[in-house]
């Protein structure tokens, strides 16, 4: 089987950068897909195929997908920007990482 | 927009069955272009894929090989919805469970429907 490794928590001075990885085998041959959730909510996609923004998510969201590893990044993180974020790729089903808590200080 | 509106019970009894439907507006069940998902999310298993339906002039399903031999999903054409029926479930099988739509992104998600598999 294939799995998705992530940090459990990540924390950003608010303003600043954040960077979210997601580790996997020759990720970089597959897409990624990237996943914020609130609490109480379902998730929600804010990157598809590494580095697309879906309608609607600022360009301060931005990604990136080379060797093993995938790489979410928030700039000028807000507030609002505090949630579980996940990866998830296709191999033989839907795979997803195991989610980062995203802290903004 | 699509959206997926999901129902079913919140209380299943060990050894039954879980059933959970997904109404779907905005999109057709028999999409070409989509497939429909249903996965799950525990504290203890975060988020776990469990199997999805898709037609392409015929239908086709994937199951999760760790719910292959208890899980059906079926799709309704003429209510336009999607259902889960989960088999001989356990308290290991209480989570929210998610429908939703996938091109190459999942793109939609429902609601979330809370199961607490429990006597």
């Known amino acids: 089987s294939y799995e998705l490794t992530q940090p459990r928590s990540v924390s950003v001075a608010l303003g600043q950068t954040a960077t979210i990885t997601c580790g996997g085998n020759?990720?970089?041959?597959?897409?990624v897909h990237w996943y914020q959730q609130k609490p109480g909510q379902a998730p929600a996609l804010v990157l598809y195929?590494?580095?697309n923004r879906p309608s609607g998510i600022p360009e301060r969201f931005s990604g990136s997908n080379s060797g093993s590893t995938a790489t979410l990044t928030i700039s000028r993180a807000q507030a609002g920007d505090e949630a579980d974020y996940y990866c998830?790729?296709?191999?033989?089903?839907?795979?997803f990482g195991g989610g980062t808590q995203l802290t903004v200080l | 927009q699509v959206q997926l509106h999901q129902s079913g019970p919140g209380l299943v009894k060990p050894s039954q069955t879980l059933s959970v439907t997904c109404a779907i507006s905005?999109?057709?069940?028999?999409?070409?272009?989509?497939?429909w998902n249903w996965i799950r999310q525990s504290p203890s298993r975060g988020l776990e894929w469990l199997g999805r339906a898709y037609y392409r002039s015929k239908w086709y399903t994937e199951f999760a090989p760790s719910v292959k031999s208890r899980i059906i999903i079926n799709a309704d054409t003429s209510e336009n919805q999607l259902s889960l029926r989960l088999n001989s479930v356990t308290p290991e099988d209480t989570a929210v469970y998610y429908c939703?739509?996938?091109?190459?992104?999942?793109?939609?998600w429902g609601q979330g429907t809370m199961v607490i598999v429990s006597s």
């Open positions: 020759n990720i970089e041959t597959k897409n």
């Open positions: 195929r590494d580095s």
């Open positions: 905005g999109d057709s069940v028999t999409s070409n272009s989509a497939a």
């Open positions: 939703a739509k996938q091109n190459d992104e999942i793109d939609v």
């Open positions: 998830q790729v296709w191999h033989s089903g839907n795979v």
